[in-house]
């Protein structure tokens, strides 16, 4: 665990995932261990997992973001754009292995029908498309519900997409290993909550959306302008519609900074100045490979700067 983690949670008592047990949700929650020593409640959906954020049911909501595949899980963006006011405090990253899961004693062969959470389903389209070409590709609220159905044989002659967990917790065997389209899949996590913001770590991202007063020429030209003009760099830009009308889009940003960094706030308040709103989801530790080096070595650097500071500051002279 990165020991900065630590430090930027909130006190909760309890924890909302994306459940049921079996799910990378849970996997990906299980690797915090500051998050996972806390109770773990499971909710069947991403939506009751925020609601219950927002009410304060849990301190701390997880739920999945975006994919390296298939991009943002649009229910867990849009209920954070347009639905609830909660700060993302971290994101974490991990790698995705998807696997097809049956009944004992089933051969590919048997399957007519494939259960899964829809995103998980979609990484996985050229495998379906190869060796079952007449299943029926259902709709689960997870991939493990859709294990858990499986196994229950709720649907005959059916498999699951899902984690290789889930064929233990739901009495069913691996009929084919890794079948995501992609060896690189990995899937964004993010942990949220109503309370304050993380402090900066030096390695750090922010994510706002962008509301224009307007559709007109050149607005998105300036909104990446503030951006470019005080060097900083952009991570990600989606554009989402906004719900009120065909043709009229919002814009979500990740950014590398924090809103204490002078340039970050000082580039957020013109946009604010601009856009008829920017609403702000949060700044928190970046997740990546080399993250917690990154964090060690900002730390050290501030500390030796405040030391510099302190010592020409020590030099100036009193007036008498």
């Not at 990995?186 to 007063?213: L, M, N, W, Y």
């Not at 970046?286 to 060690?296: K, N, S, T, V």
Request: aromatic share 6%.
């Amino acid at each position: 665990m990165d020991p900065h983690s630590a430090r930027t949670m909130p006190p909760v008592e309890a924890v909302g995932y994306f459940g049921p047990p079996g799910t990378f949700t849970e996997e990906a929650l299980l690797s915090q261990a500051d998050l996972a020593e806390h109770r773990l409640v499971p909710y069947p959906t991403v939506t009751e997992v925020l609601a219950a954020a927002q009410s304060g049911e849990v301190g701390v909501g997880f739920v999945p973001l975006e994919n390296s595949i298939e991009g943002s899980v649009t229910v867990t963006l849009d209920h954070l754009v347009f639905d609830h006011d909660l700060f993302i405090q971290r994101e974490v990253v991990m790698g995705v292995h998807l696997h097809l899961l049956a009944p004992s004693g089933s051969r590919i062969s048997d399957i007519r029908t494939v259960m899964s959470f829809p995103v998980a389903s979609a990484q996985c389209r050229r495998y379906l498309a190869r060796n079952l070409p007449g299943a029926e590709v259902l709709a689960a609220n997870s991939t493990a519900e859709a294990a858990r159905l499986v196994g229950e044989g709720a649907v005959q002659s059916a498999a699951a997409i899902a984690p290789a967990l889930c064929a233990k917790l739901y009495g069913l065997e691996v009929v084919a290993s890794d079948i995501e389209d992609h060896d690189s899949n990995e899937t964004r996590f993010v942990a949220v909550a109503r309370s304050s913001v993380p402090p900066p770590t030096g390695h750090d991202k922010t994510s706002i959306v962008c509301f224009q007063d307007a559709d007109r020429p050149g607005n998105l030209h300036m909104i990446l302008g503030q951006f470019a003009a005080r060097g900083i760099n952009l991570t990600k830009l989606e554009s989402r519609p906004t719900k009120k009308g065909l043709g009229e889009y919002c814009f979500v940003i990740d950014l590398e900074g924090h809103i204490s960094d002078e340039l970050v706030a000082d580039c957020l308040k013109e946009l604010h100045a601009e856009l008829r709103d920017v609403k702000f989801l949060g700044s928190y530790p970046a997740a990546g490979e080399h993250g917690l080096a990154i964090r060690e070595a900002a730390g050290a650097a501030w500390a030796s700067a405040e030391s510099w500071v302190s010592s020409l500051r020590s030099r100036v002279r009193q007036v008498p």
